[in-house]
């Protein structure tokens, strides 16, 4: 068990929904990272937040947004949904800087 | 670009046979490496990572990885592969200097025969 809780483990949902994942870091860790993995790209970082501020960005369409919240736990919005949106979405944590990334369990998410 | 190239897609290896999986990196200077592992249906696990300081770094379940700089590489190995050791295998990097994101290859899936 790395520490790094998401919720939902699952989600299936339909063309042009919105949805929204939750990520818990592990204690004392400031940064959350969102990566996706799909089976055509593979794992692509998303975005980074670090103490509540976006710190840097990846790969991340315009449909989708994140922040990170006073207690430091984060959540990844996801809009307009494509069949192509279809992924794991992974949340990892760390203290900040280029330390030791832990990685939640992932969210799957299906969309039909 | 930055980039980490795992060229073996999927590796299969007999239950207490040796194993290597290579990785190579492409990066201005010395990056941050790392293996992790991952399960079917599972996330990913951290095995092992190399900062700075002895080129042989020892990780959990037995797996250890030698950084080698003139190569570029950072190859994982186990002496002795337990069918348990079954799953898919990532090689990533951070940069040193810059963006503290995870750059990852595209994975080995290992598969252990009995």
């Known amino acids: 068990d790395s520490g790094v809780t998401q919720t939902p483990k699952h989600l299936i949902t339909a063309t042009g929904q919105r949805v929204t994942l939750r990520c818990s870091p592990r204690?004392?860790?400031?940064?959350v990272y969102w990566y996706q993995q799909s089976l055509d790209q593979g794992l692509q970082f998303l975005i980074q937040?670090?103490?509540?501020?976006?710190?840097a960005k990846g790969n991340i369409l315009e449909r989708f947004s994140a922040q990170q919240f006073p207690d430091l736990h984060s959540e990844l919005n996801l809009s307009s949904l494509e069949l192509g949106d279809s992924a794991l979405y992974f949340c990892?944590?760390?203290?900040?800087?280029?330390?030791?990334?832990?990685f939640g369990p992932g969210t799957r998410l299906t969309v039909l | 670009a930055q980039s980490v190239t795992q060229p073996d897609i999927h590796i299969t290896v007999s239950e207490g046979a040796s194993l290597e999986l290579r990785c190579n990196y492409s990066?201005?200077?010395?990056?941050?490496l790392f293996w992790y592992v991952q399960s079917p249906g599972q996330g990913l696990q951290l095995l092992l990572k190399?900062?700075?300081?002895?080129?042989l770094v020892q990780g959990i379940k037995g797996f250890e990885a030698e950084f080698k700089r003139s190569q570029s590489s950072f190859n994982l190995r186990k002496p002795s592969v337990h069918w348990s050791d079954a799953a898919e295998y990532f090689c990533?990097?951070?940069?040193?200097?810059?963006?503290?994101?995870?750059?990852f290859g595209k994975g080995t899936k290992l598969t252990v025969n009995p």
């Open positions: 937040y670090y103490n509540g501020e976006e710190r």
């Open positions: 990066y201005g200077a010395t990056p941050y």
């Open positions: 990892a944590s760390s203290l900040g800087g280029p330390n030791t990334q832990y």
């Open positions: 990533a990097v951070v940069n040193q200097g810059g963006s503290e994101k995870l750059v």
């Open positions: 204690s004392g860790d400031l940064s």
């Open positions: 190399y900062f700075s300081g002895d080129t």
